[in-house]
């Protein structure tokens, strides 16, 4: 997979994800794309200058600013694997995305997610957007350190979450329980819907507690990654 984007690119080679090689358009220069250069050299991962005709049989979008990198696939774990992971001093604090198919959106979710210190997230295999170069490039590199599992079945795996005395609370505007007076201290994986739609009735029933986020505008709603973040934020908040 190509990822564009030179701060995606610069996180990617922090991280413990596989960057296989960096093609830079010849004329490409600045600080950033020496930081490239450097951690690149550091990790042995080679850099190849590209002229603009080959550069742009890559395929990359204007907005790759002359850079790209080839990465291996994003990581996945097992939902097992990811119930398995330690949090020193932290309860364990999951996101599970639900039916959010725009690449756009998902990435400001995962990207939000990262910011607020979410241990791990949990993607159904349908009904979501694949991790795609938008995803990653929307999320600004956070794919390249958030845990990621996919789930053949949303429903399943939150039933095999509470299993784990973790606590489903699902973002719902007709949600019984204000987001702002819910006790956060808690195991707990939050649930987002896709915009519009919002969580299906099937997630909507296995949800322990549905919260809404109070409004007091004239606006009956906000964008599902917006949401997502000031529920995150607001379960962060609670813990520090």
């Given at each position: 997979m190509y990822i564009h984007g030179r701060n995606p690119i610069i996180e990617a080679l922090r991280s413990s994800s596989r960057v296989a090689k960096i093609f830079i358009r010849f004329g490409t220069q600045g600080h950033i794309v020496e930081e490239i250069r450097r951690l690149a050299r550091n990790h042995g991962v080679p850099v190849t200058q590209l002229d603009k005709q080959k550069f742009d049989r890559l395929g990359a979008p204007r907005e790759a600013q002359g850079i790209v990198a080839l990465v291996e696939e994003i990581t996945q774990l097992s939902l097992e694997d990811m119930l398995a992971l330690r949090h020193e001093q932290?309860?364990?604090?999951?996101?599970?995305?639900?039916?959010?198919?725009?690449?756009?959106?998902?990435?400001?979710?995962?990207?939000?997610?990262?910011?607020?210190?979410?241990?791990?997230?949990?993607?159904?295999?349908?009904?979501?957007?694949?991790?795609?170069?938008?995803?990653?490039?929307?999320?600004?590199?956070?794919?390249?350190?958030?845990?990621?599992?996919?789930?053949?079945?949303?429903?399943?795996?939150?039933?095999?979450?509470?299993?784990?005395?973790?606590?489903?609370?699902?973002?719902?505007?007709?949600?019984?329980?204000?987001?702002?007076?819910?006790?956060?201290?808690?195991?707990?994986?939050?649930?987002?819907?896709?915009?519009?739609?919002?969580?299906?009735?099937?997630?909507?029933?296995?949800?322990?507690?549905?919260?809404?986020?109070?409004?007091?505008?004239?606006?009956?709603?906000?964008?599902?990654?917006?949401?997502?973040a000031i529920a995150m934020y607001e379960v962060r908040r609670k813990r520090v």
């Open positions: 932290d309860p364990p604090f999951l996101l599970a995305v639900d039916n959010v198919t725009d690449p756009r959106n998902l990435g400001a979710i995962l990207r939000s997610a990262e910011c607020a210190g979410v241990h791990g997230i949990i993607l159904p295999q349908r009904d979501s957007s694949p991790i795609t170069d938008v995803v990653v490039k929307t999320s600004a590199g956070a794919t390249a350190h958030l845990p990621i599992a996919r789930v053949g079945n949303l429903n399943q795996a939150m039933l095999r979450i509470k299993q784990a005395d973790i606590w489903i609370a699902g973002l719902d505007a007709e949600g019984e329980t204000d987001l702002l007076d819910f006790d956060a201290f808690r195991p707990l994986c939050l649930v987002v819907g896709s915009e519009g739609k919002g969580l299906r009735p099937i997630i909507r029933n296995s949800c322990d507690i549905l919260l809404r986020i109070p409004m007091w505008g004239k606006v009956a709603s906000l964008n599902a990654s917006v949401a997502a």
